[in-house]
């Protein structure tokens, strides 16, 4: 009997703390960023909301691929940027499966496709089949972002099985900001470039650009975000599973946010919380059924903190 009992008394001891351990896992909210800057502005909203709650935001700039499998693995446990359709290979790979968890749309009417700047456009590069037109001033270069990211794959796609007739062509990899660089220093030469061009982005307000038609199959025509969690976050921690739900933005409110970093020089999180005080009805919404960490309405908790 005595037996019994120190095993039961060890059996409860183990299942408080398994409970004290599931309820402080819900305490730091392990996010990702593929270093793009429209996710690094959604992050940091998230961020001083959680923060506001008395929640920890912890985020790890982490590959797209990366991303994914931190996901299916319990490594992160949430992504606001699952740009749909480009990522159509990792959700077919992982959410169609049921391994991570497409919680809600987050932002509607995207593009994210090849583009050109202007002066290419007005010399007839409208569509992708006119791309291989002008190969040689182009010097078959395509201009894309981190490698392993989808819309890279793509790309390679395109390359490998000649479509378009851009067979002989290379695809560039880089940072989002150096394929930037690269672009701009193209721009003052007057240069012919093509580079993977999305919105919500500064690049839209930075450079007079045109995105391409014709690449649809791969890209889609206009597309939409999602917030994907790790299975079964939802559920463990339902009140940071009720304010992920709740999030959404606009295209002006990322490429606000997005420019007052670039042009301000100041740090996402202080671009995000001067967004936020300046549009403070955001946060009905937001926080609409969200309490914080310790049972409190967040709504008042949040604007005291801001």
């Given at each position: 009997?005595?037996?019994?009992?120190?095993?039961?008394?060890?059996?409860?001891?183990?299942?408080?703390?398994?409970?004290?351990?599931?309820?402080?896992?819900?305490?730091?909210?392990?996010?990702?960023?593929?270093?793009?800057?429209?996710?690094?502005?959604?992050?940091?909203?998230?961020?001083?909301?959680?923060?506001?709650?008395?929640?920890?935001?912890?985020?790890?700039?982490l590959a797209v691929p990366i991303i994914f499998g931190g996901l299916k693995d319990a490594q992160v446990d949430v992504f606001l940027g699952n740009w749909m359709p480009a990522q159509q290979g990792f959700y077919d790979k992982f959410?169609?499966?049921?391994?991570?968890?497409?919680?809600?749309?987050?932002?509607?009417?995207?593009?994210?496709?090849?583009?050109?700047?202007?002066?290419?456009?007005?010399?007839?590069?409208?569509?992708?089949?006119?791309?291989n037109k002008f190969a040689d001033k182009f010097e078959k270069k395509i201009y894309g972002i981190g490698s392993g990211a989808p819309a890279n794959i793509s790309l390679q796609d395109i390359i490998k099985k000649n479509d378009f007739d851009l067979g002989q062509w290379k695809l560039v990899e880089s940072s989002e900001q150096a394929m930037l660089a690269e672009v701009s220093r193209a721009v003052k030469k007057q240069k012919f470039v093509t580079f993977l061009g999305w919105t919500p982005h500064p690049m839209n307000v930075q450079l007079k650009m045109h995105y391409l038609k014709g690449g649809e199959k791969y890209f889609g025509d206009?597309?939409?975000?999602?917030?994907?969690?790790?299975?079964?976050?939802?559920?463990?921690?339902?009140?940071?599973?009720?304010?992920?739900?709740?999030?959404?933005?606009?295209?002006?409110?990322?490429?606000?946010?997005?420019?007052?970093?670039?042009?301000?020089k100041i740090s996402n999180a202080e671009a995000a919380k001067a967004w936020i005080k300046a549009n403070p009805a955001s946060l009905d919404k937001w926080l609409e059924g969200v309490k914080t960490a310790d049972g409190k309405d967040a709504l008042p908790a949040v604007k005291a903190k801001l």
């Open positions: 009997m005595q037996r019994l009992s120190t095993v039961l008394t060890v059996g409860l001891l183990a299942l408080g703390s398994a409970s004290a351990y599931a309820e402080q896992s819900c305490d730091t909210v392990k996010m990702a960023d593929p270093g793009w800057s429209d996710i690094a502005a959604t992050n940091a909203i998230t961020g001083l909301l959680l923060d506001g709650m008395g929640y920890k935001a912890k985020v790890d700039t959410v169609a499966t049921g391994e991570v968890t497409q919680l809600a749309k987050n932002l509607d009417g995207t593009e994210f496709t090849l583009a050109v700047p202007d002066y290419v456009w007005d010399a007839g590069v409208h569509n992708f089949a006119d791309l206009t597309g939409a975000v999602y917030t994907l969690t790790r299975k079964g976050y939802a559920q463990a921690c339902p009140n940071v599973g009720k304010l992920l739900t709740n999030l959404s933005f606009t295209q002006e409110m990322e490429n606000s946010i997005m420019a007052e970093v670039v042009n301000k």
